[in-house]
């Protein structure tokens, strides 16, 4: 069926960008195998499939990051498969990145400016000139206006809250022009709320003619409301390559990909055991931010033991700035962290992580050059001092792996060699590793396919079984509904509302009203239309 | 003819170890800390004035004035550290770099002041004095026991960096030093122990070169900047490639000593260049 399809895509077109016979290893692991793949003009394809299927890999292939093992590609008629990724930039192949990647310390404007003067030929113009080189200031006017970033022009982009970043990045990759885009998950870390926007974007870019993009998404409503042409993979191959319709009836797809979604997810959720609740973490009118800008506003919140807690909110709502204050990684201006009565305002993180508080970032923050292992042991120092603390042990490197068997499989790769699903799970893994008694996991489930977000739920549940809290931040908030005991709605650096997952669930109107999205709609980000 | 291109290469290899072993710390120190330390010659200046005072003044022998000299001036890297290093890590690198400019100007005048202006020339240790016949021609029992530092200064770095758990804690903080104190490494007091084991380093390389050359104030200066070309070659912060680098320098410099003469100050610095058009983060440094 998939070679009906694509002949039917590219009837009589010549590809734009053809892939032969693409292999790529990491040691023993086969990220990209024997992938052949053709991209026509005018076409807007989508790479779906699991985490660690390759997707990631293939990108970085396309662009020129990663040199294959073997095969060939082939881009606008002429071989690239040695040319280094500027020079695929410069002949019109161009991308964005699944982690955010722009110049912080430049202003926005001045990001948009650099592939405008790139497209130019003069990359190389001073930054302090840039504005005085003919149709620069008005191209990156334009950019401004379309991206409605127009207000923040003259700001640091690091400035920019997370979701805002992602737009500007790929504002900068299209203000390159590129005659073929690849956008690798485009909308992650984007809350419900923004997505749209994006697709927005993206749509009147895909009705341009003249583009051809590549995207690597596991929103399925972008998919298949985006796509011309889909293209599934599992385990570094192609699996099925079709039109939308195509995959959708196509019996393998949704066995690995599709199928896990469609079932309903079980909630995961316990009753939780009686008698009367213990307060282990709280945070008392908690006020922090960068500069002058203050993005939490006093918030108060209280984690009782065993217990997992949402907080809810749209992008720069404060969420990450509040776990990265009860971690000390921000100091706060004002307010209360508490351990079990334990005062933990002010200290340094490593003090804070001794308390007995574990933290796993929106961002993975894996050590790249250590192994898995490695990465995992560098907290075992850390549970060595707790577990002599009297605090039993109850993550010991046999447990993580039990509950990540991913991780044992593969112990021995360096920590930039995983999938970014597969990142999120070491982080956590290596969060458990310090034996904390509440752990902080920031947007767990960003980005992550269907089935990995249910057997997320699973480890979730089965870390709270064994008396650990968690404190999560989390977008998706069919996630947090399934997977959290209660939900602190965040807006502005201020908690908004708070409920039990179930008063939460059934209350529409308040859903709609702090996220943005109705009740009915409420679904885990992956679910098919 | 082949023996004489061998013999070469012994002196290069021997130049090798003596690069090899202040390259070391001085690119320990910026993997780690990323602060690129102007003053490591002057820390290496200071080993060897250590150790000529621990054999001139407390009449110590070799070996315990190699370890007064490794000691103190790692004792004195941690001072140094925790009082005005610690302070600028926030700041740009250009503080970092008039930071420790000023210990360079501070101890060489510092080292006038105590110890004299003058060149000294200390005793060869008992035992590793004279010469053996290497390939037909004499060679010093001293720099075949350098050969054989350099190496077991590698093989212990590696030991520590690769297989114990603080070598681990310190490759996690030079990666992303926020995320290893939130997995509860001390990050600060990390920091202070590895700029005490990159100075003492630099320490115990200027003690092994005292009773091969004469001490005075400066020579960490000409001793710094084939470091730094060493540790640029080989790619800043990479321990591997600064060995590499002093490898190929070593060598580079003895043969070119013996086929072209006139460039042989020059090659190192024609190499260094090469690497840095072809390859701008040296050779195992990753790029990014």
Not at chain 1, 68 to 83: E, W
Not at chain 1, 144 to 168: F, I, N, T, V
Not at chain 1, 359 to 374: C, K, S, W
């Amino acid at each position: 069926m998939s070679a009906g399809a694509t002949l039917s895509a590219g009837a009589g077109k010549e590809p734009l960008l053809a892939a032969h016979n693409l292999t790529k290893a990491f040691g023993e692991l086969r990220a990209v195998s024997d992938v052949s793949l053709s991209f026509f003009p005018g076409e807007l394809v989508c790479v779906i499939g699991p985490n660690g299927a390759g997707k990631t890999t293939l990108v970085n292939l396309l662009s020129g990051r990663l040199a294959p093992d073997a095969g060939r590609i082939v881009f606008a008629g002429g071989d690239i498969t040695r040319l280094a990724p500027h020079d695929r930039v410069r002949l019109g192949l161009g991308r964005s990145f699944q982690i955010t990647s722009i110049f912080p310390g430049l202003s926005v404007a001045e990001n948009l400016a650099i592939p405008v003067l790139a497209r130019m030929g003069r990359a190389a113009a001073p930054a302090r000139r840039a504005w005085k080189v003919p149709g620069v200031a008005e191209s990156v006017r334009k950019y401004l206006d379309e991206w409605q970033l127009a207000d923040y022009g003259p700001l640091p982009a690091a400035s920019l809250s997370h979701g805002s970043q992602r737009l500007l990045e790929i504002a900068v990759a299209m203000a390159g022009e590129p005659r073929l885009l690849i956008l690798d998950e485009p909308t992650s870390g984007l809350s419900l709320a923004e997505k749209p926007e994006v697709l927005v974007h993206l749509r009147r870019l895909a009705a341009r003619a003249h583009a051809t993009m590549v995207l690597v998404e596991h929103d399925m409503d972008i998919v298949f409301s985006l796509a011309s042409r889909i293209v599934v993979m599992h385990q570094g191959m192609v699996l099925a390559d079709g039109a939308p319709e195509v995959i959708r009836d196509d019996g393998r797809v949704r066995e690995v990909y599709l199928g896990a979604a469609l079932e309903a997810a079980p909630s995961q959720r316990r009753e939780r055991a009686p008698g009367p609740a213990q307060a282990l973490l709280t945070v008392r009118g908690l006020e922090a931010g960068y500069g002058l800008g203050r993005v939490v506003q006093g918030v108060s919140l209280t984690v009782h033991r065993a217990e997992v807690v949402a907080l809810l909110g749209r992008n720069g709502a404060g969420k990450t700035t509040t776990l990265k204050s009860i971690m000390g990684l921000v100091r706060p201006s004002a307010g209360e962290v508490e351990l079990a009565g334990r005062r933990l305002t002010g200290l340094a993180p490593h003090r804070v992580a001794a308390a007995g508080i574990g933290y796993a970032p929106e961002e993975r923050r894996i050590f790249a050059e250590l192994t898995v292992r490695d990465n995992l042991a560098v907290a075992d120092q850390l549970a060595r001092r707790n577990h002599q603390r009297s605090r039993p042990r109850l993550w010991p490197i046999d447990q993580v792996y039990a509950l990540f068997p991913d991780l044992a499989r593969l112990a021995h790769l360096r920590g930039d060699q995983l999938s970014g699903g597969q990142q999120k799970m070491l982080a956590i893994g290596r969060a458990l590793m310090g034996n904390p008694e509440v752990l902080l996991l920031d947007e767990a489930s960003e980005g992550l396919a269907p089935p990995v977000v249910r057997m997320l739920g699973e480890a979730v549940a089965r870390i709270r079984a064994q008396g650990v809290s968690i404190l999560m931040a989390e977008q998706n908030a069919a996630f947090a509904g399934t997977a959290a005991d209660r939900l602190y709605i965040l807006e502005k650096g201020r908690v908004q509302f708070e409920a039990s997952s179930a008063e939460l669930g059934a209350s529409a109107e308040i859903l709609h009203r702090y996220l943005a999205v109705a009740g009915g709609e409420a679904r885990a980000s992956g679910a098919t239309p | 003819m082949v023996q004489n291109l061998l013999f070469q290469g012994l002196v290069g290899l021997t130049g090798a170890m003596y690069l090899w072993l202040i390259a070391a710390g001085l690119t320990l120190i910026f993997g780690v800390l990323r602060v690129l330390n102007f003053a490591h010659g002057s820390l290496y200046m200071l080993g060897a004035y250590f150790a000529l005072s621990a054999s001139l003044w407390m009449h110590q022998g070799f070996w315990p004035a190699l370890a007064v000299a490794a000691v103190g001036v790692g004792v004195l890297g941690v001072l140094l550290e925790v009082v005005f290093v610690r302070p600028i890590y926030r700041l740009a690198i250009a503080y970092q770099l008039l930071l420790t400019f000023a210990f360079v100007l501070i101890f060489n005048d510092a080292v006038k002041m105590v110890w004299g202006p003058l060149y000294q020339a200390p005793p060869m240790p008992a035992g590793l004095g004279g010469s053996v016949v290497v390939l037909g021609r004499p060679y010093p029992v001293y720099n075949l026991f350098i050969l054989l530092a350099g190496v077991v200064v590698a093989a212990a770095l590696w030991l520590v960096f690769d297989l114990t758990p603080w070598g681990r804690a310190v490759r996690a903080a030079a990666s992303d030093r926020e995320m290893a104190a939130a997995l509860g490494v001390n990050v600060p007091r990390l920091f202070s122990q590895v700029f005490g084991v990159g100075a003492g380093l630099a320490g115990l390389g200027g003690a092994l070169t005292v009773p091969m050359q004469t001490v005075s104030p400066g020579m960490g200066e000409n001793v710094v900047v084939d470091a730094f070309v060493v540790v640029v070659i080989g790619g800043l912060g990479n321990l591997w490639g600064a060995f590499v680098g002093a490898l190929l320098v070593g060598l580079l410099q003895a043969y070119g000593t013996l086929f072209v003469p006139v460039f042989d100050l020059a090659l190192a610095f024609i190499v260094m260049a090469a690497v840095l058009i072809w390859r701008p983060a040296g050779l195992f440094g990753r790029s990014g």
